[in-house]
């Protein structure tokens, strides 16, 4: 009984979601007003309903992918030829024997399409539903049991049948609303979508269109008037539009372009103004081709048009954001938007490999980019490195010999995972204030991390190496030890980047990865960033108990006791660490619902993104953890900013949606603060502070505190601020 129960609510959601799909959403209630819609002509919506029952019922049979049967990936273009035959055939079983093998070749057509197109990384859009109708219209002109229906003769009467006397009203008051031209073909172009016919239909689906996604019906609004105005300005003929209503062509393309596959702003928008005109070249000429053959274009522009300017964009070698290809597809041109907005923000330099810096503590960059010395030119992007002490000096005693000096003698590691490609290892240490202008890098090693990225680590001493060329090195291995070789007055280290693997190759303009800056007493994150003279560095050293407490492995049960210090209530909340079918880690909360995606690179810990009640702990965890270093440093402060769909409130953010590809007003920001420890052998107490402030301009709209307290490896309690009260969240064995 419970698998019937969950087949059946699989079907059930599938159904929903085939639906949506016309109008490349997952939106529930929209869906539902599409099915009403759809019912406006009975025989046609029960047609259409029936070949998506039919289309995802053999897809489940057969065994295709049950995520995509779900998302209604193999029934929308079912869908539209149900309505399409529903619409021009009267009801009898012949006709049911034509909708079902129609229903089944749809589905086949859509399967392969999905390969064959889908290979080249693209849609396949409603071609299977433009293949099937126009054969089934063509084959059925010799199926003599088939009869043309003669539905929409007598409308009032079927809106009778359908909705009594109450449905004829509105449908004869918005039939006489004396609506602008452009006004009233918008509408019967939307509900042309649905093979509807009627301004009432139309309006409909524009409510829904709505309440899906603002950008969306910006959109919609956007592309059909541009069309409109460019049949005026050209002298075309207007009546086109409104011929079988094929207008819709501009509006599903319009959404297409301007915001699904591609992220919406304003390139998306002036690439829709530039796919308008072209859009109507193919719609008149091919409507002239195939009224040859008494056939409807159908979508035959939109999916030309959508599928060609998809492809090109793909041989693109620069401009790769203008427009920019949406990477994760989340069916809401808005969540489009903040997330990827957003995740450019932070993950901007994911492309980059993180370099370290070569050394354990911390040290001070001697000599930087362009300066005074050595790095000129060719070799400008260098850093010479020197332990300093709490004086100033970089040596004990008189500093007459190198073994005086901080860093001599100290180990030398791997900024970064990579092969060794050469080694220098014959140059004696100079005296203090000597050089060695004949060998001037002194003794050197070499590491390739990839094809065109190398560093270059210089003034080794003699005899230290650790390892040989041919060796692969994981990063914080030890290389070897700090000298005074080659053109070096006296101890340090000299690193640099370079594209090429040879003694001597000039430098890399290449950014470090993470490391922390010590200015005035205070740890400062830098990510991405180089050095400058005079400053002290250290490479981020992590903590075990944060490292272990941030670790979530697939596999892992997480259970809380909640107190809601407002309601007086307790609840447990049990979360499972989960790995979906493209390996992105989540944690999901049992009792929500709610997925909190993470990514961890084993320094820092991300939370990218977050599905479900944003009442539950889940949600307040991923708020309070937005991203955590796990590594210590007395009050290190850590900034981040949310995608802004995921915080703000939904008032304001449904104002903000309409200028989103424009301008963003509201904003949220992440800050953490390392606020206390405590270590000993025996146990490990870490706090951390963080909150979350929501802002429009430099006026606060809302602002939640939080901590989180670590023990011995574990996240054992989260303490949320809310309005004053405090939720309570407390880790249970």
């Keep these: 009984m419970l698998r019937f129960k969950d087949s059946l609510f699989h079907l059930i959601s599938s159904i929903i979601s085939s639906y949506a799909q016309i109008f490349f959403s997952k939106n529930t209630l929209f869906a539902i007003i599409l099915l009403i819609v759809s019912f406006f002509d009975f025989f046609a919506g029960l047609s259409g309903l029936l070949a998506v029952i039919i289309s995802n019922t053999t897809a489940y049979l057969i065994g295709f992918n049950k995520f995509n049967i779900k998302l209604g990936y193999y029934g929308f273009n079912n869908l539209l030829v149900g309505l399409g035959l529903g619409v021009y055939y009267q009801p009898n079983f012949e006709f049911f024997m034509v909708l079902f093998f ?32 126009w054969m089934v219209s063509l084959a059925t002109r010799e ?36 609506l602008p031209e452009y006004v009233s073909l918008y509408f019967r172009s939307l509900s042309a979508i649905l093979f509807q016919y009627s301004l009432f239909a139309g309006i409909l689906v524009a409510l829904g269109l709505l309440i899906y996604s603002r950008i969306a019906f910006t959109l919609s609004i956007f592309g059909f008037g541009f069309a409109y105005v460019f049949y005026k300005l050209i002298g075309g003929n207007v009546q086109e539009l409104s011929y079988g209503y094929i207008g819709f062509n501009f509006i599903l393309t319009s959404i297409a372009i301007g915001g699904f596959f591609i992220v919406p702003s304003r390139y998306s928008f002036f690439s829709v103004l530039l796919l308008i005109p072209l859009i109507s070249i193919i719609l008149s000429s091919s409507m002239a081709v195939f009224s040859l053959f008494q056939i409807s ?37 808005e969540i489009n938007l903040y997330t990827q907005k957003n995740n450019l923000g932070r993950f901007k330099h994911s492309h980059i490999i993180p370099i370290s810096l070569p050394f354990w503590g911390a040290w001070k960059v001697t000599q930087g980019e362009d300066d005074e010395i050595t790095h000129k030119g060719e070799w400008r992007h260098a850093f010479d490195f020197e332990i300093e002490d709490e004086k100033g000096k970089m040596f004990a005693d008189t500093g007459l010999l190198c073994s005086d000096y901080y860093c001599y003698n100290k180990p030398i590691i791997a900024p970064a995972d990579g092969r060794i490609e050469q080694i220098i290892d014959y140059i004696d240490d100079n005296k203090i204030g000597d050089v060695n202008i004949e060998n001037n ?23 230290s190496f650790k390892v ?11 290389l070897a030890l700090c000298g005074n070789s080659g053109r070096s007055p006296q101890p340090h280290i000299h690193f640099q980047m370079q594209a090429t693997p040879f ?42 108990s944060l490292y272990n407490a941030y670790h979530f492995i697939p596999g892992q049960r997480i259970s809380f006791m909640v107190y ?21 880690t989540y944690i999901y909360c049992n009792n929500s619902k709610s997925k909190a995606y993470f990514y961890n690179d084993g320094f820092f810990h991300y939370f990218t993104h977050f599905e479900g009640n944003k009442k539950s702990l889940l949600y307040y965890f991923y708020l309070s953890n937005f991203k955590v270093l796990t590594g210590f440093y007395d009050n290190l402060q850590i900034d981040d900013i949310y995608p802004i769909h995921l915080t703000s409130n939904k008032f304001l953010l449904f104002f903000q949606d309409f200028i989103a590809p424009f301008k963003i007003f509201l904003k949220s920001y992440f800050k ?3 606020e206390y420890k405590n270590e000993d052998f025996n146990k490990s107490e870490i706090e951390i502070v963080s909150s979350m402030t929501n802002k429009i301009g430099k006026h606060v709209t809302k602002e939640l505190n939080f901590k989180t307290y670590i023990l011995n490896g574990r996240i054992e309690k989260i303490l949320i601020n809310s309005d004053n009260y405090n939720i309570i969240a407390l880790r249970k064995e």
């Excluded at 003669?150 to 004396?178: D, H």
């Excluded at 060329?469 to 914080?476: A, E, L």
């Excluded at 447990?572 to 979906?580: R, S």
């Design 102 to 133: 129609a229903s089944l070749l749809t589905l086949f057509f859509t399967v392969a399409l999905e390969g064959i197109v889908g290979k080249y990384g693209l849609p396949y859009l409603s071609l299977s539903f433009l293949f099937v109708l």
């Design 143 to 178: 199926f003599k049991s088939l009869a043309v229906s003669e539905r929409g003769i007598f409308m009032l009467n079927e809106m009778y049948s359908l909705g009594g006397y109450n449905l004829v009203r509105i449908y004869q008051w918005f039939g006489s609303l004396n």
């Design 503 to 544: 003694v001597g190759s000039k430098t890399l303009d290449y950014p470090l990865g993470h490391y922390i800056l010590i200015k005035d007493g205070k740890y400062i994150l830098q990510s991405y960033k180089k050095p400058l003279k005079n400053q002290t560095v250290l490479n981020i050293e992590r903590n075990k």
């Design 297 to 333: 274009i159908y979508s035959l522009p939109f999916n030309l048009i959508v599928l060609t300017f998809l492809y090109i964009l793909k041989f693109r070698e620069r401009n790769f954001l203008s427009p920019e290809i949406v990477r994760i597809q989340h069916f809401s041109p």
């Design 672 to 674: 953490l603060i390392y």
């Design 441 to 463: 890098w002194g003794n050197t090693i070499i590491i390739r991390h990839t094809d065109l990225l190398f560093t270059k680590i210089s003034h080794i001493k003699k005899d």
């Design 468 to 478: 040989n060329v041919g060796d692969y090195v994981k990063k914080g291995e030890v």
């Design 564 to 584: 809601d210090e407002k309601n007086n209530t307790e609840k447990n909340y049990n979360w499972d660490v989960l790995a979906d079918f493209y390996n992105n």
